[in-house]
């Protein structure tokens, strides 16, 4: 019984920490502003990333 009661409070804990994130990411989204975005991307060199810092291919 306390192994379900743990695993009961663990579940309720991280539903309310995902319904408290989901709460702040849309208050900071609502404060965003779509052309200071672009305008902050537009100054990021547009080259090839470093080896080290590729995605690794499915092959």
Known sequence: MN?????????????????????YLKERASQGNRSSYEAVLAKVADIAPEPNDQWLSAE
Not at 7 to 15: C, F, R
């Open 3 to 23: 192994i379900l009661k743990a695993v009961l409070q663990s579940k309720i804990a991280e539903k309310i920490s995902a319904l408290t994130t989901e709460g």
